[in-house]
Nanobody
Framework: QVQLVESGGGLVQPGGSLRLSCKAS????????MGWFRQVEGKEREGVACVSSENGSGNYADFVKGRAFISIDESGTTVDLDMNNLNSEDTGVYYC?????????????????WGQGTQVTVSS
């Protein structure tokens, strides 16, 4: 059973930055994708970014390209999402998830395990 624990959410001023971290345990797959999703008010949950355990390469949703960077540590168990130039539309609950046996995917239904989520609020 894989467990994912997110941290790093909170209140951020418009134009500010934050780092979200996700610590995984119990991974037994040889390769996997770890991703960040978000659910903003009034919208369905959407993929933000994902990273491959194979080579650390990232894939990003269009709305964060150029202002986000996702990374995975050498152990393959901690994923960080750095976001900058945040605005009110980035307010929401951010979830970490893992897709076992995938290289890259931002398809929600391909993810097997999810964290509890962490609230990000962008407001002055």
């Amino acid at each position: 059973q894989v467990q994912l624990v997110e941290s790093g959410g909170g209140l951020v001023q418009p134009g500010g930055s934050l780092r979200l971290s996700c610590k995984a345990s119990g991974i037994t797959s040889d390769y996997y994708a770890m991703g960040w999703f978000r659910q903003v008010e009034g919208k369905e949950r959407e993929g933000v970014a994902c990273v491959s355990s194979e080579n650390g390469s990232g894939n990003y949703a269009d709305f964060v390209k150029g202002r986000a960077f996702i990374s995975i540590d050498e152990s393959g168990t901690t994923v960080d999402l750095d976001m900058n130039n945040l605005n009110s539309e980035d307010t929401g609950v951010y979830y970490c998830a893992i897709a076992l046996g995938f290289f890259h995917t931002l398809e929600e239904n391909e993810y097997d395990y999810w964290g509890q989520g962490t609230q990000v609020t962008v407001s002055s």
